[in-house]
Structures are given as structure tokens and as C-alpha cells.
């Protein structure tokens, strides 16, 4: 079975767990400026939304770059870095349509969401259930669940 | 190791910034944050200075733990000599600075002197500059936040920083960063004020300024910490639906909420402000006060609250800047701002509490003062023409407008701005303060929970909650049960919470994970993190010396066993109604007891042999 992160807005309460945790698998450091999900914060909407790579099928980051530097890993689907291929010319930041794909200046490299090798970090460190990996054919199995207890079924025993 | 191990020194009378290492041996005799700033201020500053004079220090402070995975790691402090109290001055906030500040490579920043004009200090990693801040000052702290970080074109810049409470000289104005987090007790903000300076703005990205020690260890220590607060119903289930707030009907009900400035131990209005009615839909709009809960940096407790206003509200009524979300009422403020004073709309309190964010003021100080001057008004002593409006008890109108005014220091708010302590000494009627070394009570009645009494006595800033919060033994049974009238046993447990609190808050991580956590939760955290053997004896020692440290600053300024007391309504006006009916806080029965747990002499000195023993 494929998995893929799944995000669920409402339940982030913004505490960056998750930057810290990314930031720690890939850099041996807290310091989440170099994290590759970020938690947005809407202030006056109240919202926090954790944004990372979806890994697309068809991944124009992939498509666009001149070294073919990014690869597909066949298990996880994640499309991912090879750093010693990667010459930083940034291309894929401009392919790709959600920012997700960014240059690190410090190692002349760009980083990317990479799922962790198939355990991303992130899901773990998440204290609330916001970051989930699941089944990446049935992402909205719960918020399906959700609905389909609100179903009225058998309103004459009310 | 966890410390970044360079030091900040600023001098805006100079407009220099200079880096040097940190006094690592300071580092292992008191652990970080609050206490290593306490030391730092002691050995640096005379206990005697003016606190708004030049020759006063300010100081941003991290903890070992903050910037790291450990729950709510991302505390700071800030540590100065205080202007409310005259005493030493110690506030903590969360959000995100605190770990900006450890991810640009800083364990501490001094700002010293004054500059000659208005300036914001810009942190970039190790690049440090005094920026001139003219066109921010007037500004609250949400348009500087904003401005701030639009300037230098870098949305993750975080920022701490006074508004116009903070410029006006307000006695209790709070230093806030990430728009609705504050270090917000004693006046911090108006110490900085005093320094022309606006703001400190900090952005972080080094990779190797700090390191926790034995990585495997720290994350078994850190994992087995969240799953103990994740289990615990008070910070996995109560602190997240409920807030702080969660307190609200539990203290009323056991007779220990004191409302109209402690005239009464109870508040009829309690169940409209408190931590329930937040969820409640209003029938204005259909539409609950909270919106949902959020949490400060690598916190899985998440108690913060954040509000929506009815936009009908007739304190905002044609003002849209605040019908959107922001920072909502905690427990302590709905106290301050609704009970203290009888007010008990809490649109009211909400929007107090967001001018208290906006423009940097303690809604403690301020409710309890609003309250002092209702009593005054109440007697008669205080004028309608005086005052520029009715201060009639439960007023929303006058609450709302007393904000209003405070936050700028205009008219009679410029009063209510010095604290209820001068307050009530220029209307020729002191004993009407509620205050202790000239800070204003939070919201436990000292009568009804005999702990909370002996704490506010002999806190070190004044009177305050979160020094040793007594209320977990007296009402939640942690770590022991004890009765709320019982005297015994008090003023060891008190000296055990004291001391356990300035270990807390000299780690980097929140109080409040001791509704769960106890030492033994903590002591791995903070040895898998540092170097060195960090024994819980060692950590209690720890915690032991800073209180002992920050007693003898307050000694050295002028105070002494004279100050160590209440208020005479506390001392001799017995509780009216509920359970603690008939109680007053039997202080004179528990502080010797106290001063001799403490090892100090029964003038409240620490003897020779204490501060032998605590290498002082």
C-alpha cells in the first residue's frame, strides 16, 4: 500500500513539532528554518495550516530540472533530491506550482519533502493528528467517516 | 550541549552590539533562563537603581530546553529590576520568539543604558544592529510586529515588543511578542520603554549553535514527557478545551475567586466569563466567543485561546480591526478584567484583553486597579468628574473606556496606569491595594486558600500565582491533597513549589506542564539535554539558590520582612459567603514557620549557613 501525508487544518493548534522534527531528520537541528513543512499561521482567521510536497504524479519540480537530480523512489512515491547531482540552479523552484521545492543557501542544494524514506517525521512529532500518513488511495476515508455518521438513517426511532 | 554559550551585549547608550561567551559556570550553578538572568542582573546591576533609570538592565533569556523537541520548549524570560515592585522583576512568555532567539545562535541578549532615541534591535543569526525605530514609536505592538517584518521583507522574523503602554510609562506595561504572547507581569515592558527601545526582532538559522547532549536519551525523555501530558485529563483534555480558564467556576465554587477587590470570595458573574460560556453560542450572533485553541512553540498542550468578537459588540461596534481572531481571555485576565471588578460581559473582557495585547499592558494590574478605583468611586472618595466617567461596580462601559485610555496613558488612565498601590496612596487610602510589594493579586483569594496567601507574601516579584502555585495542592490535589484552610505543611510545600518553579522556569519549558509533570518527568529532559550530571537533589539545589539569589537582590533594594505581608482586608476581613466563609489568611501563623523552612533568620535573611550551603 502507497501512503501519503495527510494534512487536516482544523486540528493543528500551530506548536511546529513538525518543523522541528523535519528539521531534526534532515539536519541533526531544531532550528525549523530549515524544515520542509511549514505551519502557516492566519491569524485573524484562526487558522494554522501545515503545507508540505504532495509528491505529485506527474511532478513538474521532477520535470524541469536539467541534472535529472530528482528521482521517483518506486516505494514511497516521493519524488526526491539527489544532492550530488543537484547543482542549485533552482529551476524546480519555479516549476513547481506550490512552493513546496526550495533552495537551502547553506549547502547550495535545493530540499524537498522526501517522506522520510516511508516514516515521515513529521506525522510522528504531531501531537494532534493534524499530519497523518495513511493509505494514499483513501485519504478521506475519516472525513467520509465524519459525514457518513451524520447520515440519518432510521429518523422514526428519534 | 544545549546552551548556545554567547551572550548578547547590547548598549543602546552606545548603540554598540558586542558578542561574548557566556559565564558557563554560571550556566551549571543555575541552569539557564530565570535563573541564569538572575544572576547575571545581580552580579551587574546595584539592587538600589532607579528601575527606570538608565543605569537598569534588561534581559532576554532562554532556557537549555527552549528551540528543542521537548514540550513547550520555547519559553524565554525577561529579567530586569522591576517598577511596579521596586523588587526583582521576572517574566515569562511563550510563543515563538524565545526560540528564534536560541535558533540565531543567543542564549541571552543585556541590553544596557539608554539610547537617544527610539531604536529596535534586528537579530540575524550573529548579526546584530540598533535600527531606528521613530517611525514605530506611537505604534502598538501589532502594527510594529507587522511593519517590522515587512521592512526587511521576511515574514519568519519574530518579534517582542512594547506598544504605546510601554512608551507612556505605565508601571505594569508587558513586553509582547507574536502579537498575543506576553512577558506580562511587574512592568517589564515599561523598563524597555524607559531604554527608547521599541523592539527586539530576531530571525534564526543556524544549524550548529546548540546541540542537545545525548540525542537517543533526550528523545526517550521527551517522548515519555508528552505521553504523560497527553494522558493527564488536566493537560491533555481540560488546559486544551478549556484554556486556564478551565479554573473559572472550580475556584468560585470552592468560595476562593475574590471579586469587587476582594470585598467578596465569590463572583455571581463567574459562570458568563468563565471557561464554558467561551464555547457557549451567543444569542447576539449565534456564534461561540472561541474560535479554537492554539499553543506556543513545541507546546502539545495547547491551552492558548483565540477569540472572535461579536463585530456588534458596542466596544467594537464600528471598529473592524478587531472583528477579526486574536488572543482571548485567559483565566487569570477574565479574572482581572471581569470579576475583580464585577464586569461580567465577556465581549467586554475579550476586547479589554486585546488592547492589553495590542498595546502591551498587564490585564491583571490593570483589571485589579480598575477594581481599586471602583471601590474608591464606590466610596465616594473617587468622582464622576474626576474620573471622566461613571465607575459604577460591574461597569463594562467603564472597563472598555478605562482600557482605552491606560493603553495610551491619557486621562484618568495615566492613574490607573501607575498600579493600585499608588492609586489607592493618592487617594489617602493604601490599605485599599490589593497588592503585595505593590503588585496586584491574580485570582486566588488569599483567605480561601491559606498556600496562596503565604505565596503572595513571600514571592520574590510581588504578589503572584506562578512562584509556587499552591493551588495545585489546596483544589487539584497535586502532588498531594491538602485542605485549603489547613495551615500545616504549608509553608514546606510552598518552599518545595517555589523551588521546583525556578527550575521550571529557568529550563526553557511552561509551567503549566506540572499539572502532569512532576521533577521526575523533568530531571531526564534536562539531563539527556545538557552536560554534565543533573541529578533532581542537584536541580532542587538549583532552584533552591535562584530563589535565595533573588531574595537577597530584593534585600539589597530595601526590602525586608515588612514587605512580606497582605493586605489588611486579607488579614483581618473575613470571607462573607461559600465554603471559605469566615476565613482569613492566618499569615502570622505560617511565615515564621516559613523563614525557618527557608533557612533564613526570623528577620527573613538568609543565614550564613544557607547561603553556604547554596554557594551564594
Known amino acids: ?158 | 550541549m544545549a546552551w548556545t554559550k554567547k551572550v548578547l551585549r547590547v548598549n543602546l547608550t552606545a548603540g554598540t552590539c558586542v558578542a561574548e561567551p557566556l559565564n558557563a559556570e554560571w550556566a551549571q550553578d543555575y541552569l539557564g533562563q530565570r535563573g541564569l538572568a538572575t544572576k547575571y542582573l545581580c552580579a551587574e546591576v546595584d539592587p538600589k537603581v532607579d528601575p527606570l533609570a538608565e543605569a537598569n538592565k534588561l534581559i532576554f533569556v532562554t532556557g537549555p530546553l527552549t528551540g528543542t523537541m521537548a514540550a513547550t520548549g520555547g519559553r524565554y524570560s525577561v529579567v530586569t529590576k522591576g517598577p511596579l515592585t521596586g523588587a526583582i522583576a521576572c517574566s515569562n512568555s511563550g510563543g515563538y520568539f524565545g526560540a528564534e532567539l536560541k535558533f540565531a545562535g543567543w542564549d541571552m541578549v543585556i541590553l544596557e543604558g539608554r539610547s537617544p532615541k527610539p531604536v529596535y534591535l534586528l537579530i540575524n543569526d550573529g548579526k546584530a544592529e540598533l535600527v531606528d525605530a521613530t517611525h514605530l514609536w506611537g505604534k502598538t505592538t501589532w502594527h510594529t510586529e507587522e511593519t517590522i517584518k515587512k521592512a526587511h521583507q521576511d515574514p519568519q522574523i519574530r518579534v517582542a515588543s512594547i506598544g504605546r503602554a510601554g512608551e507612556a510609562g505605565v508601571l505594569y506595561a508587558a513586553i509582547v511578542n507574536d502579537l498575543h504572547r506576553a512577558a506580562g507581569r511587574s512592568g517589564v515592558g515599561a523598563v524597555m520603554g524607559s531604554k527608547n527601545l521599541k523592539a527586539v526582532a530576531v530571525r534564526g538559522t543556524l544549524t550548529d549553535a546548540y546541540q542537545v547532549a545525548h540525542p537517543e536519551a533526550f528523545f526517550t525523555a521527551v517522548d515519555a514527557g508528552k505521553a504523560v501530558l497527553a494522558a493527564n485529563g488536566v493537560t491533555g483534555v481540560g488546559l486544551p478545551t478549556y484554556g486556564t480558564q478551565v479554573l473559572m467556576n472550580i475556584i468560585n465554587e470552592l468560595g476562593a475567586l475574590p471579586s469587587y477587590n476582594h470585598r467578596e470570595g465569590q463572583f455571581e458573574g463567574a459562570n458568563a466569563i468563565g471557561g464554558e460560556a467561551m464555547h457557549e453560542k451567543r444569542p447576539t450572533d449565534g456564534k461561540p466567543n472561541l474560535v479554537k485553541n492554539g499553543a506556543c512553540f513545541g507546546c502539545t498542550i495547547a491551552c492558548g485561546r483565540i477569540s472572535r468578537m461579536d463585530p456588534n459588540h458596542f466596544s467594537v461596534k464600528d471598529k473592524p480591526q478587531y472583528h477579526g481572531a486574536s488572543g482571548g481571555v485567559e483565566y487569570e485576565a477574565a479574572w482581572a478584567l471581569g470579576a475583580a471588578n464585577g464586569v461580567s460581559d465577556l465581549e467586554a473582557l475579550t476586547y479589554a484583553n486585546f488592547l492589553c495585547n495590542e498595546d502591551g499592558f498587564d490585564p491583571i494590574s490593570f483589571g485589579a486597579t480598575v477594581g481599586a478605583a471602583m471601590e474608591l468611586y464606590d466610596l465616594g472618595i473617587l468622582t464622576e468628574a474626576e474620573v471622566g466617567l461613571k465607575l459604577t461596580w460591574g461597569s463594562a462601559e467603564a472597563l472598555v473606556k478605562l482600557a482605552e485610555w491606560t493603553a495610551v496613558g491619557e486621562g484618568f488612565g495615566k492613574l490607573i496606569g501607575l498600579g493600585s498601590k499608588r492609586l489607592c496612596a493618592k487617594y489617602g487610602r493604601p490599605e485599599l491595594s490589593m497588592t503585595v510589594k505593590g503588585q496586584e493579586f491574580p485570582a486566588y483569594d488569599g483567605r480561601g486558600l491559606q498556600g496562596m496567601g503565604l505565596q503572595y507574601a513571600t514571592s520574590n516579584r510581588g504578589a503572584c500565582h506562578v512562584r509556587g502555585y499552591m493551588v495545585s495542592p489546596e483544589v487539584l490535589g497535586i502532588p498531594v491533597k491538602m485542605e485549603p484552610q489547613a495551615i500545616e505543611g504549608k509553608p514546606a510545600m510552598l518552599k518545595a513549589f517555589q523551588d521546583l518553579t525556578a527550575v521550571v522556569d529557568s529550563a526553557g519549558i511552561c509551567l503549566f506542564t506540572t499539572f502532569a509533570w512532576g521533577l521526575q518527568d523533568i530531571q531526564p529532559q534536562i539531563q539527556a539535554a545538557c552536560e554534565g550530571d543533573w541529578s533532581e537533589e542537584r536541580l532542587l539545589l538549583v532552584g533552591e539558590r535562584i530563589w535565595n539569589l533573588e531574595r537577597e537582590f530584593n534585600l539589597g533594594a530595601g526590602l525586608s520582612k515588612k514587605d512580606d505581608t497582605l493586605p489588611p482586608r486579607l488579614l483581618t476581613e473575613p470571607l462573607k459567603t461559600g465554603p471559605q466563609k469566615g476565613a482569613v489568611c492566618h499569615l502570622d501563623k505560617m511565615l515564621p514557620e516559613y523563614y525557618e523552612v527557608r533557612g533564613w533568620s526570623a528577620d527573613g535573611v538568609p543565614t550564613p549557613a544557607t547561603r553556604t550551603r547554596l554557594s551564594l
Open chain 1, 1 to 158: 500500500m502507497q501512503k501519503s501525508l495527510h494534512i487536516d487544518p482544523n486540528k493543528c493548534t500551530g506548536c511546529l513539532q513538525c518543523e522541528m522534527a523535519c528539521a531534526w531528520e534532515n539536519h541533526r537541528s531544531f532550528t525549523i528554518a530549515k524544515s520542509r513543512i511549514k505551519v502557516f499561521s492566519f491569524h485573524e482567521e484562526a487558522r494554522f495550516v501545515p503545507y508540505t510536497c504532495t509528491q505529485c504524479d506527474e511532478a513538474w519540480c521532477q520535470l524541469a530540472c536539467p541534472t535529472e537530480a530528482i528521482k521517483l523512489d518506486p516505494v514511497t512515491g516521493a519524488k526526491i533530491v539527489l544532492d550530488p547531482t543537484c547543482v542549485g540552479c533552482k529551476v524546480c523552484t519555479i516549476a513547481c506550482p506550490f512552493g513546496t521545492i526550495n533552495y537551502v543557501a547553506s549547502t547550495g542544494k535545493v530540499q524537498k519533502c522526501d517522506l522520510c524514506g516511508g516514516a515521515p517525521a513529521c506525522a510522528k512529532a504531531c501531537p494532534t493528528g493534524a499530519i497523518t500518513f495513511v493509505d494514499a488511495d483513501w485519504t478521506g476515508l475519516d472525513k467520509m467517516r465524519q459525514w457518513a455518521g451524520k447520515t440519518d438513517t432510521n429518523p422514526a426511532t428519534v
